[in-house]
């Protein structure tokens, strides 16, 4: 670790958060266990905790208001007290100065503001972590939102990462919680999705990306940005975030046609286009004044490939039908397996969770809390589970939330099954193209062409007895050396047990030099086995005790 001033005064930060939240209902709260009653939960403490995290996260700076909204999006870790309170870290962040925004833009457009906008609000609409949206209009009238980021950010958060990266790998190198959650892992991966949010050129790609993908859909709208502009500029959205609406304007939409049309759109990019909107918090989800949902901040996208698809795909099937050793088996099959997994127990618990939630009925059913509580017992049974499995999870729980806003009696779980098959002939469809029956032709034709030649090699080698098969141990070594180690420990137990045995046989001969009154060389011949016996065991323990510290890295 470093302990440069900045970071020291970081660690004392960090250690004061943990001590002061470590010890409070927060904590206890995000220990429940399997079955809690979401009641307690959405009870919450009365002493203003939550409200002081969220200032408290907020006075540290940008990266850690960023985990704030992070942890705002996972109901399934905190009570609700506490996502009511860090919601505000979504678009309500304090804002920094319109000084400070005109010379971000002066230094990014080469141009004053006056010559770049017609009009320019000095008061931002939305104040997030990393930057702060603000209403302008194009010289031709067009009404756009302009995202600027945050004075220095990118020095702080390489700042704040290094720090947490530090915290990390000790905490992974000496804990057994590290070594089972990885967090060095976890702050890589949280480090390149803050990275791929401050890229506002890939968060314009991402608008475009995404919103051609989802043309179908003639309820969503996602801003297109205005390619002109170096700093990010796109279209203007009238309309409000989908929680300001009150029941009033709720009886002008169709809530539950919109559910269904978000929740089918949401699974087409995932499992079909391999690109989609990662963080659809209600803050990034607004109601149109035409009746239709846009999709904002597109920063925090997710990739999934087409033999992740199709992994995430059986385990969603599986899990909206209630079938946990189906889904246990497939995420296993998707999943790095450690020395100490269980298979066995983790079928076990898959099953029973799986069963539980089909107990509470399939209409509360939420599939996303499903996905990360089994990624939680993958992690505790020495399974690590893709983090695609993950963003995959907290997506669907939020998207959850946005859909029973716009429709109470919203059924996740049914519009999984109703869209699964149009999911699956749409996959079939795009993996039949004219490219995809065109390479299967090649291989076709590849494997016909060389097949009787490659047959008779065979053929050959089996009669002429030269036939070989490799066999490739990747624990060969590891056995032989244990073997070696074996051999050699029971090679010196034989070894001191003849010199005991001779020692003992020599006691009986009498010699003029004694020693503690018996036979002299009898004597040395007992010390040496007795040092011999010491130095042997202390080595069988040291080398055992390094093995096991091995193994469990």
Not at 160 to 173: K, R, S
Not at 517 to 545: K, Q
Request: glycine share 6%; with cysteine.
């Amino acid at each position: 670790m470093k302990f440069s001033a900045t970071h020291l005064r970081r660690y004392r930060q960090i250690a004061g958060l943990l001590w002061k939240y470590g010890r409070s209902d927060i904590a206890q709260q995000m220990a429940v266990p399997d079955e809690f009653d979401p009641d307690e939960l959405k009870a919450g403490p009365s002493d203003g905790a939550p409200e002081q995290l969220v200032d408290d996260l907020e006075a540290m700076g940008p990266t850690y208001v960023k985990m704030g909204q992070v942890l705002a999006g996972r109901p399934d870790l905190l009570p609700r007290a506490y996502l009511t309170a860090l919601a505000r870290l979504q678009d309500k962040v304090k804002p920094f100065s319109y000084e400070e925004v005109e010379q971000i833009l002066l230094a990014e457009l080469g141009v004053r503001v006056s010559k770049a906008f017609s009009q320019f609000a000095t008061d931002p609409i939305a104040a997030a972590s990393l930057g702060q949206v603000h209403l302008a209009a194009l010289r031709d009238g067009r009404l756009v939102a302009v995202k600027v980021q945050r004075p220095d950010i990118r020095r702080q958060i390489a700042e704040d990462f290094e720090v947490l990266a530090e915290i990390a790998t000790f905490l992974d190198d000496h804990t057994e919680i590290g070594r089972r959650c990885r967090f060095s892992a976890i702050v890589a991966d949280f480090r390149t999705t803050i990275q791929q949010e401050l890229n506002y050129e890939r968060e314009a790609q991402n608008l475009i990306a995404v919103g051609k993908n989802l043309q179908e859909f003639k309820l969503i709208v996602v801003p297109q940005p205005v390619l002109d502009y170096s700093v990010l500029t796109m279209d203007y959205i009238k309309g409000q975030k989908i929680t300001a609406i009150g029941s009033l304007g709720k009886q002008d939409i169709n809530g539950a046609r919109l559910a269904e049309e978000l929740f089918k759109a949401y699974l087409k990019q995932v499992l079909v286009d391999g690109l989609f909107h990662a963080d659809p918090h209600p803050g990034n989800v607004f109601i149109t004044d035409d009746g239709r949902i846009a999709l904002l901040d597109l920063g925090m996208v997710g990739h999934t490939g087409p033999v992740m698809q199709e992994h995430l795909l059986k385990v969603l099937i599986a899990v909206s039908n209630g079938k946990g050793d189906e889904a246990a088996e497939e995420v296993v099959r998707m999943s790095e397996k450690t020395d100490s997994f269980d298979l066995h127990g983790f079928r076990l618990q898959i099953s029973q969770l799986v069963a539980s939630s089909h107990d509470k009925g399939l209409k509360d059913l939420n599939v996303g809390r499903t996905l990360l509580d089994v990624s939680r017992h993958a992690r505790e049974c020495g399974l690590y589970v893709p983090s695609e499995l993950v963003l995959l999870g907290k997506t669907l729980l939020q998207l959850d939330e946005v859909g029973r806003i716009l429709d109470p009696e919203f059924d996740t779980n049914a519009s999984i099954r109703r869209n699964a098959i149009h999911i699956i002939s749409t996959r079939t469809l795009r993996d039949t193209t004219q490219g995809g029956v065109a390479n299967a032709l090649l291989e076709l034709k590849d494997f016909t062409l060389h097949l009787p030649a490659r047959l008779n090699r065979i053929m050959d080698a089996i009669s002429s007895a030269e036939l070989e098969v490799k066999v490739r141990a990747p624990d060969a070594k590891m056995v032989v050396d244990g073997i070696e180690k074996v051999a050699n420990r029971v090679t010196k137990g034989i070894l001191l047990a003849a010199v005991i045995i001779g020692a003992a046989l020599m006691m009986r001969i009498s010699t003029q030099w004694t020693l503690f009154g018996y036979p002299g060389f009898a004597m040395l011949c007992f010390l040496a086995a007795a040092v011999g016996t010491v130095t042997l065991l202390y080595n069988i323990y040291a080398e055992d005790r390094a093995s096991r510290k091995h193994r469990a890295r």
